[in-house]
């Protein structure tokens, strides 16, 4: 900074100074459970006076239908939000698939679009364990910038961005690759607090590594702890894990200053065990990062199981229960609304609610 700039900016009154909040918004796939419609969805965002919303996964039955997306982008105006959204998982199981894994990227393009999103959302795979066998990582990798290249000028042309969400897949560093690789003009990252542990990765590190490229952020808290067989990891309420939020908002500001971040609280899950001691689990690990590891084992051993109280939901694929069923609507609403308290009064996020 010149002698000039730091002049006017000490001349600035202190408000002036002081950068905006980031405005937040909701992910709505957190309260799946309901089943709302996108129209409750957007009600229950504007109840909470929030600045946007993120409609991720979408159970409503009009999900698909053209006319539904416009009365959906006109409500959205209309409350004054923020509307991002997107698909799912894009790499095809086979070799074969390429082109109708192409053809939905495409379709999800549109969608977007159609709904005023300045993104698509997009996902490699859920896990590692979900790639095809037998295949190197790096040529999962090469699939994907392959169907990337093919959807570069219709995602120009729509003036978005195909945001490749940090999952269960890869490291932060192999996102990064992929995103200089394609061209940051057209993709960028959908930066996402509670995978990267699953990854063996503390979530600054992600944010390090791809904030620069970040058009969308979601936070999501995660405890993470030593036991016997390794590291077990399970997803909490913002605010009552391990995860350092205000550090991650600080480096966010640093690389990322536009972006709208969501609170993306999915709870009810079971700790799952990373089985570190066990050789065969680094088969699908090899190309992790010592420095990166050595950063997520530390936040390991200072970290402890979660004391709250939790109904669990993901009872290892059977269908909950139906006298669950109303308790796990209760919890994601609950969890929900205490995280976005959390994000308002402790990490002072949100623009919209101070003026109300």
């Known amino acids: 900074m010149t002698r000039r700039q730091f002049a006017t900016l000490a001349a600035l009154p202190l408000a002036a100074q002081v950068p905006q909040p980031f405005p937040i918004g909701f992910n709505t796939y957190c309260l799946r459970a309901l089943r709302w419609t996108d129209h409750q969805h957007l009600d229950f965002a504007a109840a909470q006076k929030l600045d ?42 086979t070799p074969d698939q390429i082109d109708a894994a192409i053809a939905t990227l495409r379709k999800n393009i549109v969608r977007s679009h159609a709904l005023g999103s300045p993104i698509v959302r997009a996902v490699i795979a859920s896990d590692r364990a979900s790639l095809p066998k037998g295949i190197p990582p790096e040529q999962h990798l090469e699939t994907v910038l392959k169907m990337l290249k093919a959807v570069r000028q219709q995602a120009l042309d729509a003036n978005l961005k195909i945001a490749i969400e940090v999952h269960k897949d890869f490291s932060a560093w ?8 394609a061209g940051p003009d057209f993709v960028g990252s959908y930066l996402d607090t509670g995978n990267p542990v699953f990854m063996l990765e503390d979530p600054l590190t992600t944010v390090e590594e791809l904030g620069r490229y970040a058009v969308t952020l979601h ?45 993306k609280p999915i709870t009810g899950r079971p700790p799952a065990i990373l089985p570190i001691y066990e050789k065969d689990f680094w088969k699908d690990y ?24 939790v109904v669990i939901e993901d009872l290892q694929n059977r269908p909950v229960p139906p006298h669950f069923a109303e308790a796990v609507k209760y919890q994601q609403k609950e969890h929900m609304e205490r995280s976005i308290a959390y994000a308002k009064q402790t990490l002072n996020l949100g623009r919209r609610w101070r003026s109300a």
């Open 52 to 93: 946007a919303i993120f409609l991720q996964d979408s159970l409503d039955p009009r999900a698909q239908d053209p006319a539904h997306w416009k009365e959906v982008r006109a409500k959205a105006a209309t409350l004054g939000l923020h509307l991002q959204s997107g698909g799912g998982g894009i790499l095809p199981k």
């Open 174 to 181: 192999e996102h990064r690759q992929l995103i200089e690789t």
């Open 219 to 263: 936070l999501r808290d995660s405890v993470v702890y030593e036991t016997k067989r390794g590291i077990a990891v399970q997803w909490v309420p913002l605010g009552e894990g391990v995860v350092d939020f205000p550090q991650i908002l600080a480096r966010a500001r640093q690389l990322c200053p536009q972006v709208h971040v969501f609170i």
């Open 286 to 309: 090899q190309r992790n990062r010592a420095q990166d590891l050595a950063r997520f084992l530390k936040l390991a051993r200072d970290g402890r199981p979660y004391e709250g109280h």
